[in-house]
């Protein structure tokens, strides 16, 4: 009982630390968010609202700013900064709409391209790296390996460009307006996915090759263990805890990433929603989105965090 307990309370610090050290980052991004949106030349509520065809009167032009800003820069700091722990994310300058509406309009399609191209190169990078790492011809293997040092330099504007030249005009395989929902998604997802996989490949090569020289490994091919059952059942399972880290990381890749992919196919969802607020100076939509990235960017890595004292049992007993 008295080890139970203090196994208890051992994954409860870790619990608590873990979550505690999420939200220090998600406070960091926004302030750094908030601080550089404030330094950004021009004024967005004049060249919104100082147009003659709007027929403002300066008064209204100057309640307006009083909403947006206030006065006291900290003032405003905390007021923005209490609005966000209570999920108020203002309203947008461009259309006077709530943000958390047009968040809401744009994140289910970015969430499904995100998950599918995350998912896609998690594919991409094992295939490579376990047919690389286990070839038996030396010129394969090259090959393979050096994918992902092509992969990871390929721009993803000039993919997804590339991609509609190819399937879209050239073979006529995927149409470029209209189709089905499925068919708009094939060639967004190829272009976000390609890049992502590139340093999940790197990783997890090089973590298989280091495991496959532990002791271990002859041990069990001497039992006579087949070549592919100990790097699926032994190697594999060592190797994914390094892969794992990289994939968290590279999940902020899909973020950015998403920005040129759907500015390039034309999908409404957060990347082409940060393009028009860039545009227009929309400093409450460009700020709700700087938070949400980063906290889709820390939830992942929070969720990592916490599945490998389960998968690595030395983790386990050392926390």
Do not use: C
């Not at 047919?131 to 330099?153: D, E």
Request: a neutral charge; hydrophobic letters at 55%; proline letters at 6%.
């Amino acid at each position: 009982m008295v080890l139970l307990r203090v196994e208890v309370a051992a994954v409860t610090r870790y619990l608590l630390s873990r979550v505690g050290q999420a939200a220090l980052v998600l406070w960091a991004a926004f302030t750094a968010g908030y601080l550089l949106l404030q330094l950004l030349p021009g004024d967005a509520i004049l060249i919104k609202f100082q147009n003659p065809e709007l027929g403002l009167s300066p008064g209204q032009i100057a309640e307006i700013r009083s909403y947006y800003a206030p006065g006291s820069p900290f003032l405003d700091y905390l007021r923005t900064l209490t609005g966000f722990l209570h999920g108020s994310f203002g309203y947008s300058i461009d259309t006077g709409t709530p943000v958390v509406e047009r968040l809401g309009e744009a994140l289910p399609e970015t969430a499904r391209l995100a998950s599918a191209a995350f998912l896609l190169a998690l594919v991409i990078a094992v295939v490579i790296a376990f047919a690389g790492s286990h070839s038996r011809t030396s010129w394969i293997r090259g090959a393979l390996l050096s994918v992902p040092s092509l992969l990871v330099a390929v721009p993803a504007f000039w993919l997804g460009i590339l991609l509609i030249q190819v399937f879209s005009f050239r073979l006529r395989l995927m149409p470029v307006i209209g189709g089905s929902e499925l068919q708009q998604l094939v060639l967004p997802v190829l272009t976000l996915a390609v890049p992502v996989s590139a340093p999940i490949a790197q990783v997890l090569a090089s973590s298989i090759d280091e495991v496959s020289t532990q002791p271990f490994v002859p041990v069990v091919a001497a039992k006579g263990a087949s070549r592919w059952w100990i790097l699926w059942r032994h190697v594999a399972r060592n190797a994914v805890l390094p892969t794992m880290t990289v994939a968290g990381l590279t999940f902020g890749e899909l973020v950015a990433g998403s920005v040129v992919t759907e500015t390039v196919f034309g999908r409404n969802g957060i990347g082409r929603l940060t393009e028009q607020a860039v545009n227009a100076q929309d400093t409450p939509v460009l700020l709700a989105v700087v938070v949400l990235a980063a906290g889709a960017f820390v939830l992942v890595n929070l969720v990592v965090d916490l599945l490998f004292p389960v998968l690595d049992p030395r983790l386990r007993a050392a926390s």
